[in-house]
Nanobody, 120 residues
């Protein structure tokens, strides 16, 4: 079964940090697991999905939305089939359900999400 499983969410105070992980499994192609284009998307309560970051297949070039640029870092460990999102200097506006997904802007496989709450 092809799946993405996120973890690492939780509650943190403003200014704090969290690292999200996304373990991929079951991909069956010449590309394995997180070596695809991979992205993080979030959905805040009562709002639509917001694309946050992506990492390109092969080059590992990274991209970020303006709202997180300079604070978040996307990376991956291909040997562990894991995608990461390091989030620093978190703000209450970062509160959301965070999903990892396969793709760059067209996302065809999603995880179940992990909740991040930033509150004092």
């Amino acid at each position: 079964e092809v799946q993405l499983v996120e973890s690492g969410g939780g509650m943190v105070q403003p200014g704090g940090s969290l690292r999200l992980s996304c373990v991929a499994s079951g991909f069956t192609s010449r590309h394995n697991d997180v070596t695809w284009d991979m992205a993080w998307v979030r959905q805040a309560p009562g709002k639509g999905p917001e694309w946050v970051s992506a990492i390109e297949s092969g080059t590992d070039i990274t991209h970020y939305s303006d709202s997180v640029k300079g604070r978040f870092t996307i990376s991956r460990d291909n040997t562990e089939s894991t995608l990461y999102l390091q989030m620093n200097n978190l703000e209450p506006e970062d509160t959301a359900l965070y999903y990892c997904a396969r793709g760059f802007t067209y996302l065809d496989l999603w995880g179940q999400g992990t909740l991040v709450t930033v509150s004092s």
